[in-house]
């Protein structure tokens, strides 16, 4: 089947673009392993006012709601993990399951699911759960309406055997057999441990006060900060102003100005909180 070349997503006109396209139903589901996690992509942050405190291990989670899907504005640029976002693979931006993670996406409406690695922060629009890449959202066929409605279940590796043999059909009865020894106890599963990710990228951060402007986000490692810096200057195509990374108190802020007054900021304020549906605040400094 040929993926549409338009419409869906958050942006008009997201899609593949105008080169090839690979064969999308032959790219595999993602394989759920134990994975290090990433040490900084996991730590709490605050984006448009609300703060976020990520799992910091796998463990069991199932939540319903909305799906949106991003694709080639994003292509090749950093993710939260510091890997490089690829619209073809089947991954996914959660705002607080442990990256990297993974977890099973299905389709309330079809029942079609795919199994996608979270490697990404994000949505952060209200109702959006989950974001997933161009492939995953091709697969479970809503790229032309741009959202669906979802169950999400994380999947903590080494349990699906075990949810394999428990919904496997009851076999036919069988003559007794001789007592068998006892089974090796199976070796313990080791904890998942925080690995060292990429080396950063060097980001401009300024740490210089003066002016008054509008704080999207905040957070405690600038890989973060650069990662969600370069998709609201996607997402948030109607600024005027540019969005810097301001630190202070240890912290990578995202600041949009300056502005001239508090009135002028808050008035910018207002303007995206009618495209947001939530109100970024004003700051001097």
Known sequence: MTPPRRGGGYYLDDGPGDGAVPDLERIPDAQPRAEALNRFANNSYVVFGKEYVPERSVRPFRQRGLASWYGRKFHGQRTSSGETYDMYALTAAHPTLPIPSYAR?????????????VNDRGPFWPGRVIDLSYAAAWKLGYLEQGSTMVEVEAIVPGSEVQVAAASAPAAGPTPPAAPAASPAPAPPVAPVALADPAPPVDVPVTSEPGGVYL???????????ETFRA???LELASLDRPIEIYRKDGLFRLHVGPYRSRAEASAAA??????LEVRPYVVVR
């Open 231 to 233: 998709r609201a200057a």
């Open 270 to 275: 207002e303007r995206l909180k009618d495209n």
């Open 215 to 225: 704080q999207l986000a905040a957070f405690s490692a600038r890989e973060n900060a």
């Open 105 to 117: 996406v299905t389709s309330v409406a079809t029942g079609r699911s795919v199994v996608v690695r």
